[in-house]
């Protein structure tokens, strides 16, 4: 493998060995005679290209190009990014085993406003559709 393959290579092994099954569930606390998993979803995307072309030999008569560099193009790039979001935990006591999510009070109370917003929304089309004045005119 050439150094540039190893250079773009690297950071995506460092970050897989950060995102692993340990970022997910993390280590095991003891709280009493309860155990405690942390548990968190991860995901992570990586995208990579490269482009080479080859134009005319002389777009604009320029007469100082040699042939073999006349026009030529290349290109490429990488990237990749993750995130691990903690969604609960895991309590393990000799009574069971349980899953307590973690509740995110942001999320709940962004969607009671969207909920508010697209009831009034839809009350106050309906009240102006039933209070226009007929467009028809009447015997007169």
Do not use: H
Request: with cysteine.
């Amino acid at each position: 493998m050439d150094d540039t393959m190893t250079a773009t290579i690297e950071p995506i092994e460092n970050m897989l060995k950060r995102l692993n099954v340990g970022a997910v569930f993390g280590e095991p606390i003891k709280e009493g005679d309860a155990t405690i998993l942390p548990v968190a979803s991860v995901g992570y995307a990586f995208g990579y290209g490269s482009g080479r072309g080859r134009g005319p030999a002389s777009a604009f008569g320029d007469e100082t190009e040699t042939p073999a560099s006349a026009g030529e193009g290349e290109g490429s790039g990488g990237g990749g990014g993750g995130k691990a979001q903690p969604k609960g935990v895991i309590r393990i006591t000799a009574a069971g085993v349980k899953f307590e999510p973690i509740m995110d009070l942001t999320r709940i109370s962004l969607a009671g406003i969207a909920m508010v917003a697209w009831s009034v929304f839809w009350i106050t089309k309906t009240v102006r559709a039933f209070t226009r004045p007929s467009s028809s005119k009447c015997c007169g």
